[in-house]
């Protein structure tokens, strides 16, 4: 069993809060991905998961042990590093040897778990080269191998794919799932890149600012972020913020969004909504693809609306149009034969049944 | 044929400069190069030559640069009928020593001070590089008097061994080295200590199984400097060894060959030159290495 669990984690360094007092349960085998902006403190969190940075307060456990104070060679994990990290005088043999010839482990058994572990990589006849003759992919494969052979609790990841182009990024990314759906390692990956971190956890763990915004699926977090924070960072390209008012209409509640242009609030969310009416301070969400050209037959909560379109971006399956709802700049997906023109007026269809309320003072999702 | 050729370059537009400029810049670093071997190679040929000829033919009015009577005299007769051997036997041993002594010690001070952070260890980093400012002609009659504190007080005679200088000498190299190790292992990725401590290495594990062998060309500069360093040292063995059999090369040869004022050129440029010789063979067995060395650290490999 390898389960992590962080309580109350705290990191400082001299005054500064790195990480400010986070809880995460990983389970077993679980792939988790840390992500967030730069400074946001998850690759510290992740160092102190592997024992290279201690904590400032609260407990680390894996495996049900506390471990805040145990070398990093007794936690038994194996992390990957963004720069490989391979020893540059051994070769790949070696470089994936090295952790078990440490731990004395029989050389039979070494021998077994190295040519195992680069059967499963596809790296066996890269085994007799040095690290400088390997190519990027080829490194970042090694120091997967590495990890893998020592057959640890957990592994680390510490945005192993920021080095690579991005083709190869892609490649890797699937590898990297392959890896993990076949030793079934639980995982801890640090990611800037929140494709990434969507394509390859079973929970994402977004963070900003020493604190966890939201944990949760891939697709939690992008049908159902709880914070503005979350809404704005999930999803390429990013999500649409208009700030509205909230107006008692007829039957219900109405979205105001500029002068002419309001929209009534799906009939299942007024209840929820119905005590910030008249409150300032709130943002419409709208994802990109949840505004789209109008179609023939309108299907609930959907509303067409007319927009001068400022630019449009050609994508090959589809097409990115840019306008302005007040100061907001608004993108949205249309058909790339929907015959968007910049500069000219298209009919535009919002699908609300999608939308999110936020408050903006808080930065909380209603 | 000759004509289209030359039409063919004069149609050759102007944009070849680069190429052009290479060209003189090339000429101009083979004409210094040129000048400063000449330069630097002069004395070392002089030595030769001087040490074929004969006393006559050095006090000769002649062409200093010709021998009329090539002879051996001078290689035989100070191997033979001098202390030279001893001096140079005490150069080696105390070489050697020196060099050994100054790689544990600076070796290992500098993983602990460009690695482990601790209390103190940029402080003590920047004092190490302090005390190579110090210039020995400074840091001699302190240790004279030194020397006479631990002949007082625990009755041993420091003075005047050549083994003494075994001790003294790291006051000069230990500095430099672990300065230049510092440096070196500065260079080394952090990430690869961690990988190291990650994978069970210990500390020492770390330092002998992946810095040395990835900061080998920085050891080898290092253990290059304190060679020379030791074997040329000329002050240290002047000021505390007296006797001749206590002599290494450097002061053996001004001291033994110089009697009065009657040099005894043909033997102390014999004597100059093969005391040259261990430096240069070291030089040009590590030379690679060296030059590797020297720009090792510019880039992260």
């Known amino acids: ?366 | 044929m000759a004509n289209v050729a030359i039409e063919a370059a004069a149609a050759r537009p102007a944009y070849g400069s680069m190429s052009k400029d290479r060209r003189w810049a090339l000429r101009w670093s083979y004409f210094f190069l040129v000048l400063f071997a000449i330069f630097f190679l002069m004395p070392p040929i002089y030595m030769l030559i001087t040490s074929l000829k004969t006393s006559q033919e050095i006090s000769a009015a002649g062409n200093p640069w010709w021998i009329y009577n090539p002879t051996l005299a001078n290689y035989i007769e100070l191997l033979t009928q001098n202390h030279y051997l001893t001096f140079f036997r005490n150069s080696a041993i105390v070489s050697v020593c020196v060099v050994a002594i100054t790689m544990l010690i600076s070796v290992i001070a500098a993983f602990a001070l460009a690695r482990m952070k601790f209390w103190g260890s940029a402080t003590l980093a920047t004092g190490v590089f302090l005390t190579y400012l110090i210039p020995e002609t400074l840091l001699f009659i302190p240790l004279f008097k030194m020397f006479a504190w631990v002949n007082e007080t625990f009755d041993i005679q420091l003075m005047n061994h050549w083994w003494t200088l075994i001790i003294l000498y790291p006051s000069l190299t230990v500095p430099f080295a672990t300065w230049i190790m510092i440096g070196y292992f500065a260079s080394i990725p952090k990430e690869l200590d961690e990988a190291a401590l990650i994978d069970g290495a210990t500390w020492m594990q770390t330092l002998t199984k992946i810095f040395i062998p990835v900061a080998l060309p920085g050891i080898i500069a290092a253990t290059i400097f304190t060679f020379t360093v030791s074997w040329a040292q000329f002050l240290y063995p002047l000021a505390f060894t007296t006797s001749t059999t206590e002599l290494v090369l450097p002061v053996g040869i001004i001291t033994t060959l110089i009697k009065g004022d009657v040099f005894n050129w043909g033997q102390i440029m014999t004597g100059a030159l093969l005391g040259a010789a261990p430096p240069l063979i070291i030089y040009a067995f590590l030379m690679d290495y060296y030059i590797a060395g020297l720009t090792a650290g510019a880039t992260k490999g």
């Open chain 1, 1 to 366: 069993m390898a389960q992590v669990t962080l309580r109350k984690i705290v990191k400082k360094y001299d005054e500064v809060l790195a990480v400010r007092g986070i809880d995460l349960d990983i389970v077993d085998k679980e792939f988790i991905v840390l992500v967030g902006p730069s400074g946001c403190g998850k690759s510290t969190t992740l160092r102190m998961i592997a024992g290279l940075e201690e904590i400032s307060g609260g407990d680390i456990a894996i495996g049900g042990h506390v471990v805040n104070d145990v070398p990093p060679k007794d936690r038994d994990i194996a992390m990957v590093f963004q720069n490989y990290a391979l020893y540059p005088h051994m070769n790949v043999y070696e470089n994936m040897s090295f952790g078990l010839k440490l731990k004395k482990t029989p050389k039979d058994e070494i021998d077994r778990r190295v040519k195992q572990a680069a059967q499963i990589l596809d790296i066996t006849e890269l085994l007799d080269r040095k690290p400088k003759q390997l190519s990027g992919g080829q490194r970042q494969r090694v120091a997967m191998g590495r990890a893998i052979v020592r057959d640890p609790k957990v592994f680390l990841f510490d945005e192993p794919l920021s080095n690579l182009d991005a083709k190869l990024r892609v490649q890797m990314r699937t590898e990297i799932k392959k890896v993990h759906q076949k030793v079934r390692t639980t995982t801890v990956y640090v990611t800037h890149d929140q494709i990434e971190a969507m394509t390859l956890a079973d929970r994402v763990v977004v963070m900003n600012a020493g604190l966890i915004e939201q944990v949760g699926t891939p697709n939690d977090l992008y049908h159902s972020p709880a914070t503005k924070f979350v809404a704005g960072f999930i999803g390429s390209p990013a999500m649409n913020f208009i700030p509205c008012q909230l107006e008692q209409a007829a039957g219900g509640l109405n979205l105001r969004l500029a002068d002419k242009l309001s929209f009534p609030v799906p009939a299942d969310r007024t209840a929820r909504y119905a005590s910030h009416v008249g409150k300032g301070n709130l943002v419409l969400g709208l994802r990109p693809e949840h505004i789209a050209e109008t179609r023939p037959h309108t299907e609930p909560n959907q509303h067409d609306f007319d927009m001068v379109i400022d630019v449009v971006e050609p994508m090959g399956m589809e097409t990115m149009v840019y306008f302005t709802i007040g100061a907001a700049e608004i993108c949205g997906r249309v058909n790339p034969n929907a015959g968007a023109v910049a500069t000219q007026s298209m009919k535009l269809r919002a699908d609300l049944s999608n939308m999110h309320l936020i408050d903006d003072g808080t930065g909380k999702v209603l």
